[in-house]
């Protein structure tokens, strides 16, 4: 084992891996911005560096500085959590070639990965089932064609990209055209490639995937699937496993077939393979995500595995230990984001924590790097913490989401969590018969008769109120209003 990793991280991932070295008595490093310099991860850190200023392309994405501040440090390993450089193969190679170890794949399996087209020519070639699509790139030209073989309705998407940018629905050939145009000039800006393919667009489609590890011995385990469905403008906000729109025999050939797939590209450490799941039980493979997902602390629940353990030891030159018959899944656990974002107007927010009481007990876990005092920065990814929780069954995991969004107060920036608890509610969550769209279709339906209306009823009341006896009305005092009234949602007062 590592005497001594560096987290190339920041936020709550940062915390949960930084306990994962102890847990181990391996040393944490940790590095931070100017504006983490009071950050809950460098407050638990055994040693902290600072590599640079608050806007990331200055610290978190300045590869040279991490490298050199773990070199400084005598790191022996970089872990780079997710997002940042945790799925750039220039950072891998780099880190490679200044003596370090990087704990996740080698540099050429992220870049064949990444690559869209590449991957699924590679998941083709390994016997996971594909959409419909082109083979690789295609210019202008020979669009209309492919169109008319694939059939609408379906997708451009660049090849490059990732994290929802660059793709655009096509429902008819009127479209096409005006469509490439603005897929390529946003993968262009996004990604720096223009590069694009066209892909059959399932309808109605879940986010399904399956969560693999592997070590450099051989050996591959699948730990289960993740149903992700829960998403707005390509945002997880809900995760679960199990997915319970699987039959026995499509859950067995999905995580078969992403087992298949690793294998074959011969990929190492922590890994998802993600997969669209249309209404006849058909899956589709979509891309691989080659690093530790936001989700893992729900396929931990039910494992009883640590993953980010796992990672550490596999790096290290570990066998992983354990066979897949002996992984087994426990109950069901659900994950819930938590976002600064005004509920009613569906904003970002900032803020200090003014106030924070996580929840707590046996079935309940939080993985956040909140304190009083804390405050949401503009520079960095939105997400504050997540909420985890276990049960026997999926209704208990719902009931006991419940309980503890109850026991969860957040003071300061208005959070999502009234949003968590209408999807909760709401039936077809609760039926399971929800895909990709159901967030959107929901935000579209009048809003339930709780206190999630109430409130909203209240707030437009009170500016009611503003505009009619302040002509020049002042929106600080508006939002400032809105902030309070969202607070008492979130801490169950309103």
Known sequence: MFSSVLIANRGEIACRVIRACQRLGVRAVAVHSS??????????????????GAPASESYLNADAVIKAAKKAKAEAIHPGYGFL??????????EKAGLVFIGPSADVIAQMGDKVMARKLAKE???????????EIDDSEAEAAAQEIGYPLMIKAADGGGGMGIRVVREPSQLAEALERARSQAQGAFGSSRVYLERRIENASHVEAQIIADHHGNVLHLFERDCSVQRRNQKVIEETPCAKLTPATREALLDSAARLVKSIGYTNAGTIEYLLDGEGNFYFLEMNTRLQVEHPVTEMVTGIDLVELQLRVAAGEPLGVAQSEVTRNGAAIEARIYPEDPVMLLPTAGVVSKLAEPSGPNVRVDSA???????????????????VHGPDRESAIANMLAALREYVIEGP??????????????????????????ERMLDEPPPRDKERAAAIALAVALDQERAHEPQFSKWRMHGRRMAMVNRLNNGVA
């Open 126 to 136: 390994a016997g996971v089932p594909v959409s419909p699509g082109t083979d690789g």
């Open 86 to 95: 945790s799925e750039n193969p220039a950072f891998v190679a780099a880190v």
């Open 35 to 52: 504006a983490d310099a009071k950050a809950l991860h460098v407050q638990m850190a055994d040693r902290a560096m600072h590599i640079g």
């Open 414 to 439: 208005v959070v999502n969590i009234p949003l968590i608890r209408r999807v909760l509610r709401h039936k077809d969550f609760r039926d399971a018969a929800f895909d990709n769209a159901f967030l």
């Open 370 to 388: 909140l304190y009083e005092g804390y405050e949401v920065s503009p520079y960095y990814e939105s997400m504050m913490a997540k909420l985890i």
